[in-house]
């Protein structure tokens, strides 16, 4: 789930860091999109990340 089946970026972790500096866990989710592309000369409904889809790494059908 939320990773780029392109670029293969996916989720992150880190800290939610409060005033007082008490952490705890958060995640950082990639912008994800269901496409439909051209996969290998046929189209087929591909997972990719707004970033590829912007930098015109993957053909839309």
Known sequence: MAKC????KGVVFGHNVSHSNRKTNRTWKPNIRRVKAIVSGSPKTVYVCSRCLRSGKIERA
């Open 5 to 8: 089946e392109l670029c293969g």
